[in-house]
């Protein structure tokens, strides 16, 4: 009997230890959940937000507008996670994004599928001569995309002085394409590019070697890595990316327009840093990115709710664009310090 009480009291026990353990580990799983989607936490809290302050924004057309919005801002976010990620940084983007607008109005006149075509060749080209300029003539990558950048913005102009040009209303309609409201397409490519990106990123050995380079390049070589194709694969899929972004922008607006992806540079790094890609790289990936640019195109809306000017709308971005990079390197410094 004694015996008998003895081991009914050491069972309790160790499921009462066991219980103890499996909430420990559960709640550190529900934590590290959190922590690695904290991104779309905020953009949920801001959601809810925004539907309680004002009725206008729980509507289908409201999400219509800001899965659309979030396009080209999640494609040209896409661009700008490799680059940031392989310790480096694109600001030739927003060019390229403006190109694919001029390129496409000139050249869709004539044929649909040979502006595409003709706007992707293009962008393969910059990407190219941006990692050749990174890696094989040793040009900051600042400097390098910058000069493209100016480049890219004088031969916009010329191929298109003034906004204008034609976009096929075929091309229009299917990437605009909606049911009840509802942007079907916008909502696939989003989809699409979530996907693409994990498992680029995640799954493929080239992600992992833009992780590797990004990190620590040196031990990169010494392992055997292809440092300078790697960047250059990165450049290129920048580009690429870029000008996806400018071909959906064109149906947007309806036309070319010389200056259509300048205020994208500014959003991309932004959606990088706020989706918790390090300005230092090798650390980060796309779903944070993919969660900021959703809550960048959300503020816009909002604040079009709101009826504040469209020029507060930058200061808006450029504020939070300095508080999350001035975080990051704060906690990237305190880091270093650690160890």
């Not at 924004?57 to 976010?77: E, M, W, Y």
């Not at 910059?126 to 480049?151: A, E, R, S, Y």
């Amino acid at each position: 009997m004694k015996r008998s009480w003895l081991t009914h009291t050491m069972v309790d026990a160790y499921r009462e230890k066991l219980a103890r353990a499996t909430s420990v580990t559960v709640g550190k799983k529900l934590r590290a959940i959190l922590m690695d989607n904290y991104i779309f936490v905020i953009l949920i809290a801001f959601w809810v937000a925004a539907s309680v302050a004002s009725p206008y924004f729980r509507t289908v057309s409201t999400f219509s507008n800001i899965l659309s919005s979030a396009v080209p801002i999640a494609l040209i976010g896409f661009a700008q996670t490799f680059v940031v990620l392989s310790r480096g940084f694109d600001l030739s983007v927003g060019a390229v994004a403006s190109m694919a607008t001029a390129v496409a109005s000139v050249v869709m006149i004539h044929n649909t599928f040979l502006g595409i075509a003709l706007v992707l060749i293009i962008a393969v080209l910059i990407g190219t001569i941006n990692g050749f300029g990174v890696t094989k003539f040793h040009i900051d990558p600042f400097i390098m995309t910058l000069c493209m950048m100016f480049f890219l913005t004088g031969v916009n102009l010329l191929i298109r002085p003034s906004p204008g040009g034609y976009i096929p209303d075929g091309y229009k309609k299917f990437l605009l394409y909606q049911v009840n409201e509802f942007p079907i397409v916008a909502f696939l490519i989003l989809v699409l590019t979530a996907v693409v990106g994990y498992i680029v990123l995640k799954k493929r050995k080239f992600g992992r070697e833009v992780f590797a380079v990004g990190g620590q390049p040196e031990y990169a070589r010494m392992s055997g890595i292809k440092t300078d194709a790697t960047l250059i694969k990165v450049y290129i899929v920048s580009a690429l990316a870029s000008a996806l972004g400018g071909l959906y922008l064109a149906a947007r607006i309806g036309s070319g327009n010389a200056e259509a992806g300048s205020s994208y540079l500014f959003d991309s790094f932004t959606t990088v840093f706020m989706g918790g890609t390090l300005v230092t790289g090798g650390v980060g990936g796309y779903s944070g990115t993919l969660g900021a640019a959703l809550i960048i195109s959300s503020i816009g809306r909002i604040l079009q709710f709101l009826g504040i000017d469209i020029w507060y709308h930058f200061i808006v971005k450029g504020v939070l664009l300095a508080s999350v990079a001035g975080i990051q390197l704060y906690f990237v410094s305190k880091r270093r310090r650690s160890r």
